[in-house]
């Protein structure tokens, strides 16, 4: 089967984590023998080595967080109109705007929704609008649409009256890194079980700043400890406002990837998650499959991830998050047994082997 993927910046993954997991879904599918084809752009890619697990094609589109996502799958979509696919996978609510144009020349369309991207606060209206619009267009047009939570899936059936499949995401076992040139890094010097992470998007639905709130009143009491942020923070002015008003003992590292990511993951001595809008975080998953004690907001999306396994907080409460950050940090033995309890419950949930055999299966009903 040849299948084409539509709205991502691109492969490898270079941060984001619908790229993450679409590069784990695509290369179990190369390995079951499918032509994965991907577009991309290239201020993404640049400098980045190539994907091993099939052709990656980059196409033009104009600069800016209202126009980018939508030029850049526009001229995806018209470069498809030359080549010959079986299905095109087309991810998330903004790209789909174009999904009529990949479904001509009766090309199998198939849907993924990540997010409830039209809820993030950071779209203008008019950009807001044109993600509901693309939403709408792939429903319709979509012969088969899935969702990476239970909620997002239930929701879209029930505003578009037709059925979504639910389709998690997964992650990789994995291997703890010691320590090495990137806790040792003069510009952080960060000490293993000796900081929190938070790693993510820098946008207002992920309460940054909430968390840098809660940094503020607990570290008094931390001596010793630091706040480490993985994450573009410099790209928005929501980011540049959490910098300006980080208190002592915060760090930036800017986003980070790969080894340098496992890294910062293995030697936490928690992960906050505060986020208040999520599909199905790839960041939860991550930081359990490494053992993590986790701090997240208890909302139904992070819940359906972990069970009670993970240690939640209601969502904005400063108060709360600042006396878990406290209790936890300062008891080694519960945040190792939390972690390990986290770890048990995202080994049971399925592997993107068995993944990519569920998607197999929606991509063989999008062709009938």
Same mark, same amino acid.
């Given at each position: 089967?040849?299948? &084409?993927?539509?709205? $991502?910046?691109?492969? *490898?993954? +270079?941060?984001?984590?619908?790229?993450?997991?679409? /590069?784990?879904?695509?290369?179990?599918?190369?390995?079951?023998?499918?032509?994965?084809?991907?577009?991309?752009?290239?201020?993404?890619?640049?400098?980045?080595?190539?994907?091993?697990?099939?052709?990656?094609? $980059?196409?033009?589109?104009?600069?800016?967080?209202?126009?980018?996502?939508?030029?850049?799958?526009?001229?995806?979509?018209?470069?498809?109109?030359?080549?010959?696919?079986?299905?095109?996978?087309?991810?998330?609510?903004?790209?789909?705007?174009?999904?009529?144009?990949?479904?001509?020349?009766?090309?199998?369309?198939?849907?993924?929704?990540?997010?409830?991207?039209?809820?993030?606060?950071?779209?203008?209206?008019?950009?807001? %609008?044109?993600?509901?619009?693309?939403?709408?267009?792939?429903?319709?047009? @979509?012969?088969?649409?899935? &969702?990476?939570?239970?909620? $997002?899936? /239930?929701?879209?059936?029930?505003?578009?009256? +037709?059925?979504?499949?639910?389709?998690?995401?997964?992650?990789?076992?994995?291997?703890?890194?010691?320590?090495? %040139?990137?806790?040792?890094?003069?510009?952080?010097?960060? /000490?293993?079980?000796?900081?929190?992470?938070?790693?993510? +998007?820098?946008?207002?639905?992920?309460?940054?700043?909430?968390?840098?709130?809660?940094?503020?009143?607990?570290?008094?009491?931390?001596?010793?400890?630091?706040?480490?942020? &993985?994450?573009?923070?410099?790209?928005?002015?929501?980011?540049?406002?959490?910098?300006?008003? @980080? *208190?002592?003992?915060?760090?930036?590292?800017?986003?980070?990837?790969?080894?340098?990511?496992?890294?910062? =993951?293995?030697?936490? %001595?928690?992960?906050?998650?505060?986020?208040?809008?999520?599909?199905?975080?790839?960041?939860?998953?991550?930081? %359990?499959? =490494?053992?993590?004690?986790?701090?997240?907001?208890?909302?139904?999306?992070?819940?359906?991830?972990?069970? /009670?396994?993970?240690?939640?907080?209601?969502?904005?409460?400063?108060?709360?998050?600042?006396?878990?950050?406290?209790?936890?940090?300062?008891?080694? &033995?519960?945040?190792?047994?939390?972690?390990?309890?986290? !770890? $048990?419950?995202?080994?049971? !949930?399925?592997?993107?082997?068995?993944?990519?055999?569920?998607?197999?299966?929606? =991509?063989?009903? @999008?062709?009938?």
């Amino acid at each position: 089967m040849r299948i &084409a993927m539509v709205g $991502l910046r691109g492969l *490898p993954a +270079r941060g984001g984590g619908a790229e993450r997991v679409v /590069e784990s879904l695509a290369d179990e599918l190369a390995l079951r023998g499918h032509e994965i084809i991907v577009y991309g752009r290239e201020d993404y890619l640049r400098g980045a080595p190539g994907w091993p697990g099939g052709k990656v094609l $980059l196409t033009g589109g104009l600069k800016g967080k209202n126009l980018e996502t939508f030029t850049h799958t526009a001229t995806a979509a018209w470069d498809l109109l030359r080549r010959k696919v079986d299905v095109v996978h087309i991810h998330s609510p903004g790209p789909a705007l174009w999904s009529w144009l990949c479904a001509l020349r009766s090309r199998a369309v198939v849907l993924t929704v990540h997010a409830a991207d039209w809820r993030r606060d950071k779209w203008s209206l008019p950009a807001r %609008a044109m993600l509901n619009l693309g939403l709408g267009l792939g429903m319709r047009i @979509a012969r088969q649409v899935t &969702a990476v939570s239970e909620p $997002l899936a /239930e929701e879209l059936q029930g505003r578009f009256a +037709r059925d979504v499949s639910y389709v998690p995401n997964s992650v990789n076992p994995v291997d703890l890194v010691a320590p090495g %040139a990137v806790l040792a890094d003069p510009r952080w010097s960060l /000490e293993p079980d000796k900081y929190a992470l938070f790693v993510g +998007r820098i946008e207002p639905e992920k309460r940054l700043d909430m968390l840098l709130d809660a940094w503020r009143k607990a570290s008094g009491d931390l001596p010793g400890y630091k706040l480490a942020i &993985a994450g573009d923070i410099d790209s928005t002015a929501y980011g540049r406002e959490c910098r300006k008003n @980080a *208190p002592s003992g915060t760090v930036f590292l800017g986003l980070q990837h790969g080894r340098a990511l496992a890294e910062l =993951y293995s030697n936490a %001595a928690l992960v906050v998650q505060p986020s208040v809008l999520e599909g199905m975080s790839l960041v939860l998953m991550e930081a %359990a499959a =490494y053992g993590r004690c986790i701090l997240a907001t208890r909302i139904p999306e992070n819940v359906g991830v972990l069970g /009670e396994s993970c240690v939640y907080f209601n969502r904005d409460d400063v108060d709360e998050l600042t006396r878990l950050i406290c209790r936890y940090l300062k008891s080694k &033995a519960q945040r190792t047994d939390s972690g390990r309890q986290v !770890r $048990l419950a995202v080994g049971e !949930r399925p592997s993107w082997a068995d993944i990519a055999v569920s998607m197999e299966r929606i =991509y063989e009903l @999008a062709l009938k």
